[in-house]
C-alpha cells in the first residue's frame, strides 16, 4: 500500500474528514442564518423607510394638492441616493418620478414588493435595469403614488457576504484538513511502529516488544497491555515446550526400556520361559505407556472442557469419597497406615462422579506412595490419613491430609504441572501425572486443587464449587 | 465355555486377524466384516453369541450400526472397542446399546473375558438366582450371607459383592478392571493393585483352611472361582 493510500485509509484521517465536513456543514449553516437575517433586516429597514416617505408624501400632497407633491417629487428625484418615486394619474399617465419603465400592472396592486424596473437617470443620461422595493399608494383623486427604494446596494452586500461565507468556509476545509493530516501522519507513525513490532514478533522473534513512548495515551496503554500479553503467551511457550521436553523423556524412557527388553530377548533367550518372561516384561512396559499415554489424553481433554454433559450428574459426593476410602482401606491397612474419615452421611453435587472417583484415588494414591516413610517403625508417628469432606458454600470440599514428609513450600504450586516429580520420588512408580490430573478434574468442576501445610504432612483440598460455577 | 460364536467388525486388518486368530485358539468361531455395512448385513442375518463392534468404521460408523440392529430387533451382546476410552465415550457407546465398552488398546485376555462373561449372559438371561453355589461354598443373595462347608463367613458388604461377583462369574475369568466396574461401579485404572489386595483378603476368607482352593488367580488375565476338585 501506498503511504498516500495508508494515510486515506487511517481512521484518524476518516475521523478527521468526517468532522470536516460535519463543521463545514455547520459553519455553512450559520452563516447562511446570518447573511438571511441581515437580508431581512435591511429589507425590513427599506420597508419603515419607504412606509415613512410615502406618508410623508401623501401629508404634502393633502397640504398643497397634486401640484405640490409633483414639486416635492421632483425636488427629491434629485437628491443624490434618492428613492424611486412615480406620480401617475388615475389613468396611467406619468406626472413625475425617476422611474423609468415598470411591469405592468404593478400600479394596481398597493402591496409592498419587489419588482423589476428601469430606470431613468437624467444624470448620466442612461437607464438602468434593477430590482426595487415598492409601495403603491392611491391618493385621494385617483393619483397613484409609487414610492420605493433600489436594492442594488442590498444585493452587493449580499454578495459580499456569501463570498465572505464562501472563503471561510475554504479557509476550514483547508486548514482541517492540513490539520487532519498532521493527526493522522502522528497516529499513523505510532501505530506503524506498533504493527512493524508485531511483525518481527510474529516473524519469531517473542522476545520483542511494543515501543511505549511514556505518554501514557491510549496507544501506550494498548501498547503495554500487549505486552503483558506477549509476556504471557511467552510463559506459556515455555510452559508448553517444557511439558513437549518432559513428554519426550517420559514417553521415551519406557519406550527404550520396552525396545531393550526385546532385544534382549533376541539376543541371549534360550527357553520358552525365558523367551515368555521377556515378552511379559514387553506386555508390562507397554501397558505403562499406555497409561502415561490415556493419563495424558485426559488432562487434555479435561483442560480443553472436553468432559461434556454426558457423564455431568447429580451425585453423592460423601458417597464417592466413602467408597474410595474403602477402595483403598486394604492397603492402608497393610502398609499399617491408620485412616480416619471424617463427612456427614450425603453431600449431593453435581459433576462427574466417576472424575471425582479417579481424582480421589490419585490423591489416595500419592498419599500412599510418599506419606509412608520406609522406616516409619523407627520414628515415633505412625503414618495417618485423614478424609475429611464438608459442604463449602453451595459445592463440596474435599480433603485428603496425612503426616508425612510432605511438600517445600516453593515446590508446591510446582507439582501439580505434568510430569513434574520432585527429588526423591523419581525412583518411585508413576509418571508425575496424578496431581495434573486431580487439579484438571477440579478445574472442570469450576474450582481448583489447593496444597497446603498439614503440619507436618501434606493436605490437598479439592474445592468443587456448586453448579453455578461449573456451568 | 466354548465354541462361542463371535462377529468382529473392524476396519484394520492388522487388528481383525489378530482377533480373529486369538478368538480361534480359545476355541471360539470368528467371522470378520471389515466395515459397518458388512457388519450390519452379517449380524442381521448369521445367528453370533456376541458381537465385537469397533466404534470408528467405513461406511457406517459402529455406533450406528448398533443403534439399527437394535431397532431391527437384534438383541445379541455388543462389545464396542474404541480408541477413544471417555467417560463421555463409554456412556454414550452403552446408551446406543452398547453392552460393554473397552477403550483401545487393550489385552487381548481382557476381550475376551468379557465376551465370555457377555455370552454366558446371552446363554443363561433367566431370572437371577437367589443362591450360588460352587463346591461347598454357597453365597445366599437373599439373606445376604455366604458358608463354606455349612460354616459361616462374615463378610463385609463390599467382600460380599465381591463373592457375589465372582461366583456369578463361576468358571469364567474375571479381570481387575471389570471386578472394579462391577463391585465399584468406577472405571479408571488405579495406579496400584488395590484390586489385588481386596481379593486376596476375599481369599483369606473364603479359602483359609480349606484343602481345596476356590479363588484361582489366572495369570495375565484377572480371577476366576470354581471348584478344581470337579
Known sequence: ?471 | MTDMKILVVEDDPEAAAYMVKAFQESGHVADHAPDGLEGYALAREETYDVLVVDRMLPKLDGLSLIRSLREQKVETPVVILSALGQVDDRVKGLRAGGDDYLPKPYAFSELLARVEVLSRRRHAPAAEQTTYRVGDLELDRLAHSATRGGKEIALQPREFRLLEYLMKHAGQVVTRTMLLENVWDYHFDPQTNVIDVHVSRLRAKVDKGHAVQLIHTIRGAGYMIRDSAR
Open chain 1, 1 to 471: 500500500m501506498t503511504a498516500l493510500g495508508k494515510l486515506v485509509r487511517a481512521t484518524a484521517f476518516k475521523l478527521t474528514l468526517a468532522y470536516l465536513v460535519v463543521f463545514v456543514v455547520m459553519a455553512g449553516c450559520v452563516l447562511a442564518y446570518v447573511t438571511q437575517s441581515a437580508r431581512e433586516l435591511l429589507l425590513e429597514q427599506t420597508r419603515s423607510t419607504i412606509a415613512a416617505e410615502t406618508s410623508g408624501l401623501a401629508e404634502q400632497y393633502r397640504l398643497g394638492g397634486v401640484r405640490r407633491l409633483v414639486h416635492v417629487v421632483e425636488r427629491r428625484t434629485r437628491l443624490p441616493g434618492a428613492s424611486l418615486y412615480l406620480l401617475t394619474t388615475f389613468t396611467g399617465e406619468r406626472l413625475a418620478g425617476n422611474v423609468g419603465e415598470l411591469p405592468a400592472g404593478v400600479l394596481d396592486e398597493q402591496a409592498t414588493r419587489v419588482i423589476e424596473y428601469r430606470r431613468d437617470d437624467r444624470h448620466e443620461d442612461r437607464q438602468i435595469n434593477g430590482r426595487a422595493l415598492v409601495q403603491v399608494y392611491v391618493l385621494p383623486g385617483g393619483f397613484r403614488l409609487l414610492v420605493g427604494r433600489d436594492l442594488e446596494e442590498q444585493e452587493r452586500l449580499r454578495a459580499v457576504m456569501w463570498r465572505a461565507a464562501g472563503i471561510s468556509l475554504a479557509f476550514i476545509t483547508i486548514l482541517g484538513c492540513i490539520g487532519g493530516w498532521f493527526i493522522t501522519r502522528r497516529v499513523l507513525k505510532r501505530v506503524e511502529d506498533i504493527s512493524d513490532t508485531a511483525q518481527t514478533i510474529m516473524g519469531g522473534d517473542l522476545a520483542g516488544r511494543l515501543p511505549v513512548t511514556g505518554a501514557g495515551d491510549e496507544l501506550d496503554r494498548l501498547a503495554m497491555h500487549l505486552n503483558a500479553m506477549l509476556e504471557r503467551i511467552g510463559e506459556l511457550m515455555n510452559g508448553l515446550k517444557e511439558v513437549s521436553d518432559n513428554i519426550a523423556h517420559d514417553l521415551k524412557t519406557p519406550l527404550t526400556r520396552l525396545r531393550n527388553h526385546a532385544e534382549e530377548a533376541l539376543r541371549s533367550s534360550r527357553t520358552p520361559d525365558e523367551y515368555a518372561a521377556a515378552l511379559g516384561a514387553v506386555i508390562e512396559e507397554s501397558d505403562n505407556l499406555i497409561k502415561v499415554f490415556n493419563a495424558l489424553l485426559m488432562i487434555a481433554r479435561l483442560e480443553a472442557g472436553g468432559e461434556p454433559q454426558d457423564s455431568m450428574a447429580e451425585f453423592d459426593a460423601a458417597d464417592v469419597a466413602r467408597s474410595v476410602v474403602e477402595l483403598y482401606e486394604p492397603l492402608a491397612e497393610d502398609a499399617g497406615m491408620t485412616v480416619s474419615v471424617d463427612m456427614p452421611a450425603h453431600l449431593p453435587m453435581y459433576g462427574s462422579r466417576e472424575l471425582l472417583g479417579q481424582a480421589l484415588a490419585n490423591l489416595l494414591d500419592n498419599a500412599f506412595k510418599y506419606a509412608i516413610p520406609s522406616d516409619w517403625a523407627a520414628s515415633s508417628q505412625p503414618p495417618a490419613l485423614c478424609i475429611s469432606a464438608a459442604r463449602a458454600g453451595a459445592g463440596v470440599e474435599i480433603t485428603v491430609s496425612d503426616n508425612g514428609p510432605g511438600i517445600p513450600e516453593d515446590s508446591r504450586h510446582h507439582v501439580v504441572e505434568r510430569f513434574v516429580r520432585l527429588e526423591g520420588s523419581r525412583s518411585r512408580p508413576g509418571f508425575g501425572l496424578g496431581l495434573s490430573l486431580v487439579s484438571a478434574v477440579a478445574r472442570l468442576h469450576g474450582g481448583r486443587l489447593r496444597i497446603e501445610d498439614n503440619h507436618p504432612g501434606l493436605r490437598a483440598i479439592l474445592e468443587l464449587p456448586g453448579k453455578g460455577a461449573s456451568a
